[in-house]
């Protein structure tokens, strides 16, 4: 339930109401307007919702019940753009990011020059695995604690936020160490004890949707990772799974602004792994950003013909900028606006 303040309700209001919902065993959720304080009450047991009648109480203005199953993150809650920073860039509420970078870390000069190129054509942070969820054991699964040590000497010389998958909680301390976002790939979606983990830390957190996860999964299990405290989460569609083979996945358009409208978190598009194809990632990059998307995360490799993990689906790192160029005339459209800045020529 969302306790609507009024406009000149006092702190001490304000106060009493939070003190009100949480002895009645709810958590309490102020939210702070320009006009008005909201107070969400988030319980999962209806019944103590239902008890806490708090009106006429001092302050109140309305009591408005939220409809959907997630509270936290949903739109009703919080009207406004949810603005997630990494590093110095921001994405969401009109700040639109682009990700950039190997599919996995495979060497110091393979990703210090990828680096370098994401860099030169706009990009607002760097991506790179260390630790890979592949499909089959039998092939590469990523560098490990090693690739976090070239990351940071990417940031280092580059000037760029990394973002780095985590798969598994013994692998934690590690990464937040390091990272300045940390990713939940599809294959971990709903992993609800990671989900929770990554609620009590401070890192923002790239929430990628399930390959066979429906939206409202998909906001459910951000609300895991919110209602445990972390509200950096930026959601990621990167195609499901559908009978159509002709590319890796299907990018559902649909669900960018079925997301935004229901939530208030930012939403990222992934159209690397959705299209699994080099050729088909621009028209489906255009058509995100056309689709309401706060920002892209696209996979770019030196020599994606030598990469050693999802290289026909890697954007050549030397071409990079010009790939860049036709995707800010889309960003341009929309009035947004990139956050990694102008393109700047960097020794590449
Ligand atoms: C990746 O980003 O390299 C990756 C493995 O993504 P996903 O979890 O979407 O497959
Ligand atoms: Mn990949």
Redesign the pocket.
């Known amino acids: 339930m969302m306790i609507v303040m009024k406009g000149d309700a006092t702190e001490d209001q304000i106060a009493h109401v939070i003190a009100r919902v949480e002895q009645a065993g709810a958590k309490a959720h102020p939210s702070r307007g320009e006009r008005y304080t909201v107070v969400g009450a988030i319980c999962d047991d209806p019944k103590i919702i239902a008890a806490l009648d708090l009106r006429g109480e001092p302050g109140v203005e309305k009591l408005v019940p939220i409809s959907k199953k997630y509270k936290l993150v949903s739109r009703e809650l919080h009207p406004e753009d949810h603005v997630v920073r990494v590093g110095d860039a921001a994405i969401g509420g009109g700040s639109f990011g682009l990700i950039a970078g190997p599919?996995?870390v495979e060497s110091r000069e393979q990703t210090l020059s990828t680096a370098m190129a994401c860099k030169a054509a706009g990009a607002a942070a760097l991506?790179g695995?260390a630790f890979?969820?592949?499909t089959s054991p039998y092939t590469f699964q990523g560098l490990g604690e090693p690739a976090l040590e070239i990351l940071v000497e990417a940031r280092a010389e580059s000037g760029l936020p990394i973002v780095t998958?985590l798969m598994d909680v013994r692998q934690l301390e590690a990464i937040v160490e390091v990272a300045d976002m940390i990713?939940?790939?599809?294959?971990?979606?709903q992993n609800f004890d990671l989900l929770r983990e990554v609620g009590q830390i401070d890192t923002p957190i790239l929430l990628?949707?399930g390959?066979a996860s429906t939206v409202e999964e998909w906001l459910l299990a951000a609300e895991y990772i919110v209602s445990e405290g972390n509200d950096q989460v930026v959601l990621?569609e990167?195609?499901i799974r559908t009978f159509e083979t002709a590319t890796r996945?299907t990018l559902d358009i649909s669900a960018i602004p079925v997301a935004k409208a229901t939530s208030r978190l930012p939403v990222i598009v992934?159209p690397?792994?959705a299209a699994g194809q080099r050729d088909l990632i621009l028209p489906l990059a255009r058509a995100a950003v056309v689709a309401g998307a706060d920002g892209l995360?696209v996979?770019v490799h030196p020599s994606p013909e030598t990469a050693l993990?999802?290289g026909p689906q890697a954007l050549f790192a030397d071409t990079f900028s010009e790939w860049v160029y036709d995707v800010r005339r889309c960003v341009d459209l929309m009035g947004k606006v990139m956050a990694g800045g102008e393109p700047v020529e960097v020794g590449v």
């Not at 990713?183 to 979606?189: F, I």
């Open positions: 599919c996995t991506r695995g890979k969820p592949r998958e990713q939940l790939g599809t294959r971990n979606m990628k949707r390959m990621c990167r195609g996945g992934d690397s792994h995360i996979e993990c999802d």
